[in-house]
């Protein structure tokens, strides 16, 4: 069950900058939305979570 | 095999989303609803003439609201133009919460899974409860020494500033964390704690007022409550990301 570093297996640089990136701007435009979004409707569905995670909310 | 690591970190995301509206539901959330019962009324401190009659054209303002929407006269917040409000597709108050803390969820876990192929080290079931943590303390315990996780009616600078604040103080905090944590020279350090202190040297916006008609005891309980329920959501997330890459993404 040993997890080893397996390099030469592993994803070659740039597919780990692609996915790297990827899964970055992805994330942060689901964060943006969910939390940051200036929009009464995302707010509105959004609100106790903004509250919660600590958002900056109205 | 991108896809893969993408969809490995929306997994753990929707997972830790989950568990996480569960969470909220006990503690946070009760909180909000008892705070929103406060909200609207003077602030005990200052019923001045003027404060008078904003409040009146508050009042008229939600019940217009409330009269419009069908969902809660709760999210009518005051002095706010709602002109199209409402939770998206007519759902309920706990539906929104829910869909928003998959969304979030997921988005963090993106984030977090991101950061962990770029740097080379992305969470295993070992280092899993550390990531988290990390993300947690840059995330939402520094950011909280700046601006702490408010109740709906507390007192609060223009939201375009906090939120400027905010992201640039969650930024410099991962920024900081990651060079103290990742890097071994002792100069990658220092840079760090010094990135983590900038934000917190130049200010978070404050209001110009801070009398609230929230009571001080609630907004305590909610501060610690959202920290809290953050800290666990981050723990499980990371946890859940460590799982799901050890089995799933052994190449990685």
């Known amino acids: 069950m040993a997890v080893t570093n397996a390099s030469g297996v592993s994803l070659s640089l740039n597919d780990r900058m692609i996915a790297g990136l990827l899964s970055l701007c992805i994330g942060a435009f689901l964060v943006f939305g969910a939390g940051l979004a200036n929009s009464a409707v995302l707010h509105d569905t959004a609100h106790d979570v903004r509250h919660s995670f600590g958002f900056p909310c109205h | 095999m991108i896809v893969k690591t993408l969809l490995a970190a929306i997994c753990a995301g929707l997972i830790a989303g989950l ?11 009760p909180l909000i609803l008892h705070a929103e019962t406060y909200e609207g009324e003077p602030a005990p401190e200052t019923p001045t003439a003027h404060e008078h009659s904003s409040r009146e054209s508050r009042s008229l303002l939600q019940s217009l609201a409330s009269a419009l929407q069908p969902i809660t006269p709760a999210y009518a ?3 706010e133009a709602h002109e199209d409000g409402g939770i998206m597709f007519g759902l309920s108050r706990f ?5 928003a803390n998959l969304v979030t969820g997921a988005g963090f876990g993106l984030l977090l899974g991101g950061i962990g192929v770029l740097t080379g080290s992305p969470p295993t079931l070992r280092t899993g409860l550390t990531w988290g943590a990390l993300g947690w303390l840059s995330v939402h315990m520094l950011p909280a020494l700046g601006l702490p996780p408010e109740l709906p009616g507390f007192p609060a600078a223009d939201l375009g500033d906090r939120q400027t604040w905010w992201l640039i103080t969650t930024a410099l905090s991962a920024l900081g964390l990651g060079l103290i944590a990742l890097r071994p020279e002792i100069v990658a350090k220092g840079a760090g704690f010094v990135l983590l202190a900038l934000p917190h040297i130049y200010g978070a916006p404050q209001p110009g007022d801070i009398a609230s008609p929230v009571p001080a005891v609630l907004g305590a309980e909610f501060a610690v409550a959202a920290l809290a329920t953050t800290l666990a959501f981050w723990l499980v997330l990371g946890t859940v990301s460590g799982a799901i ?8």
């Open chain 2, 19 to 29: 568990f996480m509206t569960a969470a909220q539901e006990l503690r946070v959330v």
């Open chain 2, 95 to 99: 539906s929104g919460t829910l869909m």
């Open chain 2, 245 to 252: 890459n050890d089995r799933f993404l052994k190449t990685a």
């Open chain 2, 77 to 79: 917040h005051d002095g």
